[in-house]
């Protein structure tokens, strides 16, 4: 498992105050900063994740043993700093032994600041970054003296200015005065670059990242210190012998120089160099920050960039952060409308799924994905694991029948069987433009809202159960279908592949057509959507179906008399159907399916049979205008929860008078109600009944 340092920082916080027993202030905290899939939230494993079994042994065998590990660690850093602390005054002195071999070449009240120059100016560089200025850093604190020096020898320079000019010299007084003030405001000091000699070398290394970890330094050097590994890598170069070759490139362009422009040119370089760094780290926060909206779930606000603030950032990403950007670029144009779930869109949701905020979504849905076969017949089939959803199921199975056979262009009429085997590729771009379709019509073809599971806790629930589900999505509304077609693809795994598939669909229908106007459609506003044991009600098919969740399957609205002039208003489907709808409700008699539905555009059917949802389609679109009654055809059946293991191809011959069946399989019933008195054949198949 990937280790995410804020999610074990946060998991650090959460046991910290867990053992101090602030509940208020975790139940704060998991609002506003949720808890992940990442989230740590055992002990062994947080222990295990920091690397601190060691230090949690030694402090249980304590008389008297903290009880956080947060409390562990921050022992361990304050008595390790006090240990360093020591360490560190031993090796300096050990250090100001070394560098006072390079006496000989130090700046000494013998030898004049110019004269060391004029005598040996690689050595004067060298004892001007690695002189006393190694033993102020070492010792921790000022002394005047080194200050003073510095200061004289830019006195004595420029009076000499117009005879020895040195441009490089003129640098390093610069860049030496500014770490001279920055060191006086925070009382440390301590060179940005590497010595020349190793025992050196080796105690700033050692030291620095300590400083800049427990707080000792902070400004701009401190700052300055905050490099990736390969910009320190990269400048482990002397600095003599850099600063010697730049001098050498400087004196070749002096004579064309004058003394006025000399400095303006002096500061303009030491503007330019001091603004790169900053547009180089501007450059790593907008390249890590689309990084992660590529490793993230969920789609950030690009517009929030600029409050974005990010420490330890890697240099490595000019290529990837215009790859990031111009990916960035192909989400969704209203993306940034996206909210998050709330208490009272939740408690509504449930409301009118399962009747009340306080009953829970049953295990069968809370499991369900859009998930297909792998049988190499049936590779085009939603599996579905347990009874409950399948009226979501079989109707999304129909509008990718839809997609897959009459909307591919690869697929002719003399290939459609082959359509049946298609790649991975296919049938998931035919499920995304499936869904799409869906959700567009419940927008009534202007908007549509797709629901999408963050991972996290985006609200607290109260007044109703909590288990995981509306805690965690995150909405948003789109108006073009294009983009509702970009966002699901960005998020298809969700949908095929993941536990809530099926519920965030339907979630998503219902905010497409809003609650407002779903309630309107239902004869009784106070039905839900699923109802006993967990099954669809013919409102939730005829959402997905039609895009209204109206209650009944007829043609039209009837308007019923009620008695004493008042009236009761029926609603049907108002026009036909890219899918149509066979019930066995009909062959007894219960209710009529209309023309609109049991004469669809396509030749794909729901089937409604025995309290159950299947689908039933053909590969020719002639069946449905052929008015020969003694023609015969091929239809095509499959039912995800039947466990199939094998293509099921029914010929469904035309008016040959009833066969003489002691039991007819319910599905025959079904085909009835289309075909009167047509004759089916399994083909060698077992009838299903």
């Not at 690397?51 to 043993?65: A, C, F, G």
């Not at 008695?563 to 890219?578: A, D, E, M, P, R």
């Not at 466990?643 to 008078?657: A, C, D, H, M, P």
Request: net charge negative; hydrophobic share 35%.
């Amino acid at each position: 498992m990937v280790i995410c340092v804020e999610e074990v920082s946060a998991s650090l916080v959460r046991e910290y105050l867990s053992r101090k027993g602030l509940k208020r202030t975790i139940a704060c905290m998991d609002e506003e900063h949720p808890r992940t899939q990442s989230s740590i939230n055992n002990r062994s494993h947080l222990r295990q994740a920091l690397h601190i079994e060691d230090l949690y042994k030694e402090n249980k065998v304590q008389s008297s043993p903290l009880r956080t590990l947060l409390e562990i660690i921050v022992k361990h850093h304050i008595e390790g700093h006090k240990a360093d602390k020591m360490a560190c005054q031993n090796e300096g002195s050990d250090s100001l032994h070394s560098a006072s071999t390079i006496g000989s070449h130090r700046l000494s009240p013998e030898k004049s600041p110019l004269q060391m120059k004029e005598s040996n100016p690689e050595h004067y560089t060298a004892s001007l970054i690695t002189g006393d200025h190694i033993k102020l850093r070492l010792q921790g604190k000022f002394v005047s003296r080194s200050q003073k020096e510095i200061s004289s020898l830019d006195g004595e320079r420029l009076r000499n200015h117009s005879e020895t000019p040195s441009l490089p010299f003129a640098s390093v007084y610069e860049s030496s005065q500014s770490k001279l003030a920055s060191m006086h405001d925070h009382d440390h000091f301590t060179l940005n670059e590497p010595e020349i000699k190793p025992p050196v070398t080796e105690v700033i290394q050692k030291s620095r990242p300590n400083r800049v970890r427990r707080g000792m330094m902070s400004g701009p050097i401190a700052s300055t210190l905050q490099e990736s590994t390969k910009q320190r890598h990269c400048r482990k170069v002397g600095m003599p012998q850099l600063m010697l070759r730049k001098e050498e490139e400087h004196r070749q362009s002096w004579d064309r120089m004058s003394g006025d422009s000399l400095q303006q040119k002096v500061l303009e370089k030491s503007l330019s160099e001091a603004t790169e760094p900053a547009q180089s780290m501007e450059i790593e926060k907008k390249s890590t920050y689309f990084r992660e909206i590529a490793n993230s779930k969920t789609l950030p606000n690009v517009t929030d960039l600029s409050e974005m603030v990010l420490d330890d950032i890697d240099d490595e990403l000019p290529e990837l952060s215009k790859m990031s950007i111009e990916s960035a670029a192909t989400t969704p144009r209203n993306h940034e409308i996206g909210r998050p779930m709330d208490q009272h869109t939740a408690s509504e949701l449930k409301s009118i799924l399962i009747g009340s905020g306080l009953k829970c979504f049953t295990v069968e849905w809370r499991n369900q994905g859009f998930t297909f076969s792998e049988k190499h017949d049936l590779r085009y089939g939603i599996v579905q694991k347990k009874g409950g959803p399948c009226g979501v199921l079989a109707t999304i199975q129909a509008f990718v029948l839809k997609k897959l056979l009459f909307e591919n262009v690869d697929c002719s009429n003399n290939t459609k069987l082959q359509c049946l085997r298609p790649t991975n590729a296919t049938r998931r771009k035919c499920l995304v433009l499936a869904l799409a379709e869906v959700l567009w019509r419940a927008g009534e073809e202007k908007q549509a809202t797709v629901a999408i599971n963050t991972g996290r806790t985006v609200f607290t629930p109260s007044g109703h159960k909590s288990e995981g589900v509306l805690e965690k999505i995150r909405y948003f509304t789109l108006d073009h279908i294009k983009d509702v077609q970009l966002l699901l693809e960005q998020h298809i795994e969700e949908f095929e592949t993941g536990e809530l598939g099926c519920l965030l669909l339907t979630i998503s229908a219902i905010m497409s057509r809003s609650i407002d106007k779903l309630k309107e459609d239902m004869d009784v506003p106070t039905a839900t959507l699923i109802g006993a044991h967990g099954y669809c009600t013919q409102e939730l098919v005829n959402l997905l179906l039609v895009g209204r969740a109206v209650s009944n399957v007829f043609d039209g609205d009837v308007k019923l008399d009620s008695g004493n002039g008042n009236s009761t208003l029926l609603k049907g489907i108002k026009t036909h159907c890219n899918i149509g709808l066979l019930s066995l409700f009909e062959h007894y008699n219960i209710f009529k399916v209309g023309d609109y539905l049991k004469n669809p555009l396509f030749p794909i059917w729901v089937v409604c049979s025995e309290s159950h949802f299947s689908v039933l389609f053909g590969l020719q679109g002639e069946l449905l205008t052929n008015q020969d009654k003694s023609v015969e055809f091929d239809l095509y059946y499959y039912d995800g929860l039947a466990n199939q293991q094998e293509e099921i191809r029914l010929t469904v011959f035309g008016k040959t008078g009833l066969s003489c069946q002691d039991l007819i399989p319910p599905l025959e019933l079904c085909i009835r109600t289309r075909w009167k008195d047509a004759f089916v054949s399994w083909n060698d198949t077992e009838p299903i009944l």
